[in-house]
């Protein structure tokens, strides 16, 4: 499991409970960060905890999701690497890759392991927890741009991962608070999977899946679904790093 903690500082409880032997890691909040000096004494305690250490990430996409602030770079939402796309063709995917080493390097300097990004969702214009937090509509600008921004990552040492498989984009409800449910067939969502495709053959480390259910093809929730996590990802898109589910 990778778990949460409750503030600034870890209590007697969270630290007995992160030596339990199913926890795998911890994900940060905006609750964690109070300073840089403060995040980055919060990680080293993580650290020293087990042998070998627990992973330790953080959702620090930009936009709405990015957990922690200033003095850090203000990140501009995803969806802003789309427009300059729009605006300047392939001339945006050094931006991209900037913007992803920029991410990287400021969050692993906090001693933090990796961030959970890029989103790789097609935007289609209905879902509102996605939203702006996509690269673009079109599934080859989001392949493109993400291609580039992991590139930024790895040049960085930081490992990305992709989310959400196989694409949260063609559902309205926000999988934080209710379960999702789209109604597409296998082949209608071949645009979703495309850039997650593109980034596995470039060597992506990680992908995040989706809490949403497809049940043309398969009844379970994608994240607990064999069907999406071995058959699709691991057979077929011959994905073999880590899954976060």
Known sequence: ?????????????????LKHPLVGGVILFKRNFE????????????????????????????????????????????????????????????Y?????????VEVAALGVDFSFAPVIDVDRGLCDVIGDRALHREPDVVAALATAYMRGMNNAGMAAVAKHFPGHGGVVPD???????????????????????????????????????????????????????QTELRDNLAFSGAIFS
């Open 1 to 17: 499991l990778m778990i949460d903690v409750r503030a600034t500082e870890l209590t007697h409880v969270e630290r007995d409970m």
């Open 35 to 94: 300073s840089p000096e403060q995040v980055r004494a919060l990680v080293e305690e993580i650290h020293a905890i087990r042998e070998p250490p627990l992973l330790v990430a953080v959702d620090q996409e930009g936009g709405r999701v990015q957990r922690f602030t200033e003095p850090l770079t203000e990140l501009p939402p995803m969806r802003a690497l789309g427009h300059c796309y729009d605006a300047q063709g392939e001339a945006s995917l050094g």
């Open 175 to 229: 999988s934080h608070q209710e379960l999702p449910v789209d109604h597409r067939e296998n082949a209608d969502l071949s645009e979703d999977i495309a850039p997650f495709q593109r980034l596995i053959a470039f060597g992506v480390a990680g992908i995040m899946v989706a809490h949403v259910r497809y049940p043309q093809i398969d009844r379970r929730i994608a994240s607990l679904s064999p069907y999406w996590l």
């Open 96 to 104: 991209a890759q900037a913007s992803g080493w920029l991410m990287a």
